[in-house]
Every structure is written in structure tokens, then in C-alpha cells.
């Protein structure tokens, strides 16, 4: 881990060749859904880029009080807890409603023999 | 990581944040507000079609093109709408020219906005608090890190993004480049030297060729 004042694992300018997209483009698979999710909910008009930019940054200032961040998980837990706070205080999906629903996936993945695909229990 | 057994009797169970971004998904496609295959889209766009290559296409135009250039630099969201380069969220494009005199470097202080239509999305050291903080403070510090050292003599300035204004450093055109065709002038424009942490590549790091591109370079930024 980089102290807090190096920057994090910066990529060598020429090293990974000149127009190379940055590897990999999203860590974790849930770090794309996460992004998708918000861009499509943007894209389809439920809030503005601008109105999503403002309450991201506030997340990320808060969490950066603490600690520095390292721009990779712990920026997509701050973008993760300001969409599901975004979603509740427009009515599109409230707390009670994602926990509920999250337990469910988990259910249905602890119930799921391994290699079988997963769904929700109707 | 959640990793009880070492064999699974059930479905390997994904992170904690994962599962939440599930349920999320699952609540907004139930009530019809999102549509999966649209989630697909976008995702697939980003990791597969968007990225710098788009914006060494525009360097490298600019370079040959001065006329490309001038438009460019006066109102770059419309020229690089023509090139099918345009920002879903309606921002608005700047790119802003490095010269013997000044530097340009871009940074997000606030999150991490970006040219996305020409970077693809942003690495993760330029969403990181150190750099989002220490570009501003100490640029030449960080610069350094790059690799980049500067003439003392050039300024650096540097342009902060925000939700509505993205910005693309037009980095200098490499010596020893005249007569190039815009295929090998966009070899030479890396992501770095259109956020500006880092220099076009000099002409014979792509004329030594296969060679060249299998050394790896020495880190630069320990």
C-alpha cells in the first residue's frame, strides 16, 4: 500500500504501450453495474450528471476526512452508498426495499447448488 | 473477500457491495425504470469501444490539420461531435493546447470528471485522493512522478473538470514527425499525454518499432 502522499500505482507512461486502454477498465464486475446503472438512470432522464456529480463528490469528500482514498474499491463504495441514497430520496428504491432485495440474492446464492445459474425466488 | 469454504456446495456468494448493486438492478428493471439491456450497453461501450484512442484520433488530426486545429481549439465539443466523439451526459469539450511556454495538465478535484467520449474511463490513480489533491498543490511534484520533467521555463497550468466542463490536453507534436500519416501520429499519443501527466511519445519509440514496444520501461513513478 502507497502512503498517503504517493500517488497509487501509477501507470508507466510508454510501458503498457501508447493508446492502451487502461487495465483493466473496471476492477470488479460490480464496479461497471454500478457505473452502468447510474449512467443508465441518468441517460433515461431520472436525474441530471450534474445533480449525480454533486452529491458524489460530497460522499467522496466525506470519506476522504479519514483517510486519503486510493481511487479504486473505495471510490466505488462511495459511489455505491450515494446511488442507493440518491434512489431513496426520489422514491426509486428505498433502504427497507434494497436490503430486502439483497437479502434475497444472497438467499438465493447460498441456496443455489454451485454451477447452476442463480435467480430470485419468485 | 467472502470466502468460507474451500469447496462450494452452493453458488460462490459475490461481495457485499455486490449483492446490493444486484438488488438495486432488480428493484429499478422491476418498476421499469431501467432497462437491462440498455446496463449492457453502456457497460460494453466503456470497456470495449470507448477509450484514448479516440482522443489521439483528434491530437493527431490536430496536428496535420491546422485548420482542424483552430476549430478545435475555439469549440472542440462541436468539432469532435463531427468525428462521432459526444458526451452523453451534454458536457461541453475543451481542449487546450501545450506550447513551449506552458504545460497543461486536467484534473477533477471534486470526483472524477473526465473527457469519457475521448478517455474512456479514468485510471484509478487519477481518481485517487492524492493525485486529485497534489496535482493542484505541487503539479511539477507529480509531473515528476510521471516521468515528466519540464523546462523551467514552462508553466504549468492546471484545468480542473467539473459535471459540465471536460478538458483535453493537446499535447506537442513530437520533432522528427513531418510526413507522418495520421496512423502513426496517433502510435505516438498516449492517455497520459492527453490528460497531461505525461509527453507525446518521441518518433523513435515507434520507428525502433516491436523492439522498443516489448522493453518495459523503467518505472517512473516510484
Redesign the interface.
Known amino acids: 500500500m502507497?502512503s498517503?502522499?504517493?500517488?497509487?500505482?501509477?501507470?508507466?507512461?510508454?510501458?503498457e504501450?501508447?493508446?492502451?486502454?487502461?487495465e483493466p477498465?473496471?476492477?470488479?464486475?460490480?464496479h461497471?453495474?454500478?457505473?452502468?446503472?447510474t449512467?443508465?438512470?441518468?441517460?433515461?432522464g431520472?436525474f441530471s450528471?450534474?445533480d449525480?456529480?454533486?452529491r458524489?463528490?460530497a460522499t467522496?469528500?466525506e470519506h476522504?476526512h479519514d483517510r486519503?482514498?486510493?481511487?479504486?474499491e473505495d471510490?466505488?463504495?462511495a459511489w455505491?452508498e450515494t446511488?442507493?441514497s440518491f434512489?431513496a430520496e426520489i422514491g426509486?428504491?428505498s433502504s427497507a426495499?434494497?436490503?430486502h432485495?439483497?437479502a434475497?440474492?444472497?438467499e438465493a446464492?447460498?441456496?443455489?447448488?454451485?454451477?447452476?445459474p442463480?435467480k430470485?425466488a419468485q | 473477500m467472502p470466502h468460507d469454504h474451500h469447496d462450494h456446495p452452493h453458488a460462490l456468494l459475490p461481495p457485499e457491495p455486490a449483492l446490493r448493486v444486484k438488488a438495486l438492478e432488480t428493484i429499478l428493471c422491476d418498476k421499469g425504470l431501467i432497462d437491462p439491456a440498455a446496463l449492457e450497453e453502456i457497460i460494453d461501450t466503456y470497456q470495449n469501444k470507448i477509450g484514448p484512442q479516440n482522443g489521439a484520433r483528434v491530437v493527431a488530426k490536430a496536428w496535420m490539420d491546422p485548420d482542424f486545429k483552430r476549430a478545435l481549439l475555439q469549440d472542440a465539443t462541436e468539432v469532435v461531435r463531427d468525428l462521432g466523439y459526444y458526451g452523453r451526459q451534454g458536457e461541453h469539450m475543451v481542449v487546450v493546447e501545450n506550447t513551449a511556454e506552458q504545460h497543461n495538465m486536467v484534473v477533477c478535484t471534486l470526483c472524477s470528471c473526465y473527457p469519457w467520449p475521448l478517455l474512456g474511463i479514468p485510471p484509478g490513480w487519477y481518481k485517487s485522493d492524492a493525485y486529485r489533491a497534489r496535482a493542484v498543490r505541487e503539479p511539477r511534484k507529480v509531473l515528476a512522478e510521471f516521468g515528466v520533467t519540464l523546462p523551467p521555463d514552462t508553466s504549468v497550468r492546471v484545468w480542473d473538470s467539473t459535471a459540465e466542463v471536460r478538458y483535453l490536453v493537446l499535447p506537442m507534436r513530437p520533432e522528427g514527425t513531418e510526413g507522418w500519416t495520421e496512423d502513426q501520429l496517433v502510435a505516438l499519443v498516449s492517455r497520459d499525454s492527453m490528460i497531461g501527466t505525461g509527453l507525446a511519445l518521441a518518433a523513435a519509440s515507434v520507428i525502433e518499432g516491436v523492439e522498443a514496444s516489448n522493453q518495459s520501461v523503467e518505472g517512473t513513478a516510484e
Do not use: M
Open positions: 502507497s498517503c502522499l504517493d500517488l497509487p500505482q501509477v501507470d508507466t507512461p510508454e510501458g504501450g501508447p493508446i492502451a486502454a487502461p477498465v473496471f476492477e470488479q464486475p460490480w461497471a453495474q454500478a457505473f452502468a446503472l449512467v443508465g438512470l441518468s441517460e433515461a431520472h450528471w450534474a449525480w456529480v454533486k458524489f463528490s467522496l469528500k476522504g486519503a482514498l486510493n481511487g479504486g471510490y466505488f463504495a455505491l446511488l442507493e434512489l426509486a428504491a426495499q434494497v436490503e432485495t439483497r434475497r440474492w444472497e446464492y447460498l441456496t443455489t447448488p454451485h454451477g447452476a442463480v430470485l
